[in-house]
């Protein structure tokens, strides 16, 4: 019988595992003795083509090779997002920038609206739509570090877009729809305000066509103040009645239309 | 030259910890072959070897500074492997030939008596021990014991419902017991 000491697998050992010419009990010998054993481990190396070995490395050298996705975006890749989305979103370091804006302006929202009750439906109506805007405007910093990247990029200038978008809308709706519910009073309106949201939301990704991101947000939010001011007194009319609902959603999808025309147009690069 | 190269793998996989890509070499140059050859004899499918192979050699650079130095950096690294090769798994029909099995040693297995005794198996008695027992039960004792899988780990590999598993693993060390004690006057 042989004892644990002193027991190797010699060539001929390696030679038939890696033919799988092994019964089960003597490969589970092997299996258990090499994980401890570096004698062995270094004699494998003689029964595995060293070519394809290489390829792995020079793979593997890549990867190191890559800065590493932010842990958010590791989670969302995780749970299904394409990797080489994860990565246009990882390349914009300004993520943190449009999720900060989020939560800052919601939170003005809130403050606002919370002490003013006098107030709070007309601060409501005029913010909580400007929220994602905000957030938005913000993934689209004027000094755009992406902008390099819509040149080089497989990604369609649309396909960025949306995804940058999809990105801070990500925190600046939830947020803004717990504001809503979590400040007495403004039950009614909780809800209400997510399609004016999106609808401005597209208008300014259709106006960005043109403009930057500062100018952009500039005329939306103007635009939006004047429309909040003209309702007057009852703001909350603007918007919500079924009537005014419907005109947000045809408003979105025309705008919507637009967006597609717009980045198809060859002028712009990268179009889709 | 890398000072690395001399170093035990312990210190090898330090110095990765630090960023130090030679030292990953080296780690590749000592492990990549054994752990080809040991993922080969868990699928037949090539492109799932390479992959898990990448995949492993990927994660011990972004993890280095996580093992905690106890255990052998082999079964460290097996641990890694194994479950790299399982994660693809996951989702199709396993390509498995009749060893199917798997390790992990990321959580070091606490082994019991018996499992040591399996770990030495490079003899006699515990061979004889293990031959007796069905292909059932082999396949399980391997993938939890030799591979050290989880028994859900093992379920997923084996593609078995993991109250099956547990209960295969049950009665193969039982059956292991009672052949062992009486030649080697293992258990108490």
Known sequence: MMTSTGWHVGPKLWARYAAGGLDYVTESAVDAHVVGCAECRQAARSYVDPAPLEQVWAAVGTETARPRLPFVLRGLVRIGLPERHAVVLGGSSGLHRPWVVAVASALLCALLSGFLPEYQDRFFVLLAPLVPVLAVAAAYDATDPMRELFTTTAHSKLGIALLRTAAALSAAVPLTTVVGLLV???????????????????????LLTWWDAATTTGVVATGWACAVGITGRDASALIDTARMQGIFVAVTLAMACLLVLRTASTRLRGGF | ?????????????????????????????????????????????????????????????????????????????????????????????????????????????????????????EHGDVGTAMRSLSPELRTVIKATVIDGLTTREAARLLDLPHGTVKSRLRAAKSQLREQLIPIQGWGR
């Open chain 1, 184 to 206: 007495p009073g403004l039950e009614s309106l909780a809800f209400a305000w997510l399609v004016p949201g999106l609808c401005l939301t597209v208008t300014m990704l259709v």
């Open chain 2, 1 to 121: 030259m890398s000072t690395s190269e001399d170093g035990t793998d312990a210190e090898v996989l330090r110095a990765v910890g630090e960023g130090d890509e030679a030292a990953l070499r080296v780690l590749f140059d000592r492990h990549a072959a054994w752990i080809t050859l040991r993922l080969r004899r868990r699928t037949t499918n090539e492109e799932l070897v390479s992959d898990a192979l990448q995949d492993t050699f990927v994660a011990v650079w972004r993890n280095a500074s996580r093992f905690r130095g106890e255990g052998d950096v082999g079964a460290w690294m097996w641990g890694i492997a194994i479950r790299q090769l399982l994660q693809r798994f996951r989702g199709k029909r396993l390509p498995v030939p009749v060893g199917a099995e798997l390790i992990s040693a990321t959580a070091q297995v606490v082994q019991s008596a018996e499992d040591e005794l399996l770990v030495a198996v």
